[in-house]
């Protein structure tokens, strides 16, 4: 009972990954994450080596969005120094309902 709760754990993590990274791709909001629910027991040995490679995904999918954050970050900063245009007179007005 032990590995498959542990297995539907990491199942669970894997498709929040692919979740997230679907909406990194398509510049969507990050779902939010699902209520954390895993078995009270250590993981099995035979499982290490899958939630290594599901943390080594989580640790890429944070460097990634780090780096979406900083580029937005510097967008804005470089927007922060602009002056919006100034008005020019476009003409005059005319009232043709007068």
Same mark, same amino acid.
């Given at each position: ?27 969507? !909001? ?8 895993? !078995? ?16 080594? =995904? ?24 602009? =002056? ?15």
């Amino acid at each position: 009972m032990t590995a498959e709760s542990w297995a539907t754990a990491l199942d669970r993590i894997e498709a929040e990954l692919t979740a997230i990274e679907d909406a990194i791709d398509n510049g969507q !909001p990050a779902p939010l994450p699902p209520e954390p629910n895993f !078995p009270a027991e250590p993981i099995p040995v035979d499982l290490g080596p899958r939630a290594a490679a599901l943390l080594e =995904r989580t640790r890429r999918l944070e460097s990634r969005a780090t780096e979406e954050i900083d580029g937005i970050r510097d967008a804005l900063r470089a927007l922060g120094g602009r =002056r919006p245009p100034v008005a020019t007179n476009t003409g005059r007005i005319v009232d043709v309902g007068a």
